[in-house]
């Protein structure tokens, strides 16, 4: 891949947006994060993640003062809009989906064990964790996944149709809140998967087209180092 920033409005300098290729990983070894820091410096930081599947616009900041402000105005100054290809039509052109999610992080299991506990009590926490069924409370998610679970966090999704493809649709997604595969899963839990999601879509065919999900737009509202009431609005390419 050939590293190409995205341009960003004047008072940004602070932060690079970049178009994340469909399966590239956005952290670790390999990762775009890792090519921009060789190519561009060692001080760049990953605002949010894209899952693996997702393409499209990821922002990183340069420095750790960059990095605070970002993610102190991410869950209420900042608005993420992605494009998806679900599968089936739904019922109505645009909808909220408000369900709980519950993620089983591998790299931070305690979170897991501390949302049950809250939510379910030790003793039913511990059959759970053991694998076993309890009643009237919805199994765990395997690994490395999420599931809508009475024990997770809030969780809330926009979405509005754009346009028919055949049996499938192009659904405009506006997550307003960033848990792990929130927008996978709550496209599952409503009956209309991204098409060919290998872990949420109980009708994917590891021989057709590869699902597709794409970060699109990024606007923050009163970014850092702007008067009041100014809007930092980037865009990656569309479709």
């Known amino acids: 891949m050939t590293l190409r920033p995205l341009p960003v409005p004047p008072g940004a300098e602070g932060y690079l947006a970049f178009d994340k290729e469909a399966g590239r990983a956005a952290h670790g070894r390999g990762g775009l994060l890792e090519e921009a820091r060789a190519a561009l410096g060692e001080d760049l930081r990953l605002v949010?993640?894209?899952?693996?599947?997702?393409?499209?616009?990821?922002?990183?900041a340069r420095g750790d003062e960059a990095l605070r402000a970002a993610h102190a105005a991410w869950p209420t100054r900042v608005r993420k809009t992605y494009l998806g290809?679900?599968?089936g039509?739904?019922?109505?052109?645009?909808?909220?989906?408000?369900?709980?999610?519950?993620?089983h992080r591998t790299g931070r299991p305690w979170l897991l064990e501390r949302a049950l506990r809250a939510a379910c009590g030790p003793d039913r926490t511990a059959r759970l964790l053991r694998g076993e069924a309890v009643p009237g409370v919805p199994p765990l998610p395997p690994p490395a996944r999420c599931a809508v679970h009475p024990a997770g966090r809030p969780a809330r999704t926009l979405w509005r149709l754009l346009s028919r493809?055949?049996?499938?649709?192009?659904?405009?997604?506006r997550p307003a809140t960033g848990r792990m595969h929130q927008l996978r899963v709550h496209l599952a839990a409503i009956g209309h998967p991204l098409r060919n999601d290998p872990l949420y879509d109980p009708a994917c065919d590891p021989a057709g087209p590869p699902p597709f999900l794409r970060a699109v737009r990024i606007v923050w509202e009163d970014p850092p180092g702007g008067p009041p009431g100014?809007?930092?609005d980037v865009r990656g390419p569309g479709v």
């Open 48 to 60: 949010h993640r894209l899952d693996r599947i997702t393409s499209g616009l990821l922002l990183l």
């Open 85 to 87: 290809l679900a599968r």
């Open 89 to 103: 039509v739904p019922d109505a052109d645009e909808g909220t989906i408000d369900l709980p999610l519950l993620e």
């Open 165 to 173: 493809r055949g049996e499938d649709v192009l659904l405009e997604l």
């Open 230 to 232: 100014d809007r930092l």
